[in-house]
T-cell receptor, first 115, second 116 residues
């Protein structure tokens, strides 16, 4: 079974703090993704990575950065947390499309509260 | 740009009955994938069913089936013999076939409650 793990299920931070969310997958997937999930808005893509050290902005990258130093690990960084970044953050991984399994496999999510 | 719309924020169904969740999308692509994902309360998001746009036949997975209408850009999910464990938020999602990034575009989600 594919396993995607996230470093924390719940996190409480103060405004202005630097926040690191980590995601690890064990299926040797090339692609990894960070989404935020908000009620009524579904999942919105923040950043994704299609290879080590490669990254591309998603639909809402402002206020976030990412790091992918190893294939299995993809980190999301909130440089200076703000209250409007209070949300559920979901990580996912997948193989590239066309190789037989386009499914994205998700981690359990991190619920972040910024005070 | 592609968009995905789920017009039913909440739905409920009695146990053992059938329910259909709606999804429409907008794209100029001819080849793509469509997915339904399920997110149970406080649990991990998992894939329910997927459909490749070039396939005419509607996908089925046990009690779950889709009605894929390519011309109408509609992709509804039918759950037959609903079970309490089907209570979850359901997301419809679109992926372009071209390119290697596998980006998903999600709808807003439909919360389904199965009542005993």
């Amino acid at each position: 079974d594919v396993k995607v793990t996230q470093s924390s299920r719940y996190l409480v931070k103060r405004t202005g703090e630097k926040v690191f969310l980590e995601c690890v997958q064990d299926m040797d997937h090339e692609n990894m993704f960070w989404y935020r999930q908000d009620p009524g808005l579904g999942l919105r893509l923040i950043y994704f990575s299609y290879d080590v050290k490669m990254k591309e902005k998603g639909d809402i990258p402002e206020g976030y950065s990412v790091s992918r130093e190893k294939k299995e690990r993809f980190s999301l960084i909130l440089e200076s947390a703000s209250t409007n970044q209070t949300s559920m953050y979901l990580c996912a991984s997948s193989s590239p499309p066309g190789l037989g399994d386009e499914t994205q496999y998700f981690g359990p999510g991190t619920r972040l509260l910024v005070l | 740009a592609q968009t995905v719309t789920q017009s039913q924020p909440e739905m409920s169904v009695q146990e053992a009955e059938t329910v259909t969740l709606s999804c429409t999308y907008d794209t100029s692509e001819n080849n793509y994938y469509l997915f339904w994902y399920k997110q149970p309360p406080s649990r991990q998001m998992i894939l329910v069913i997927r459909q490749e746009a070039y396939k005419q036949q509607n996908a089925t997975e046990n009690r779950f089936s889709v009605n894929f209408q390519k011309a109408a850009k509609s992709f509804s999910l039918k759950i037959s013999d609903s079970q309490l464990g089907d209570t979850a938020m359901y997301f419809c999602a679109f992926m372009k076939h071209a390119g290697n990034t596998g980006k998903l575009i999600f709808g807003q989600g439909t919360t389904l409650q199965v009542k005993p």
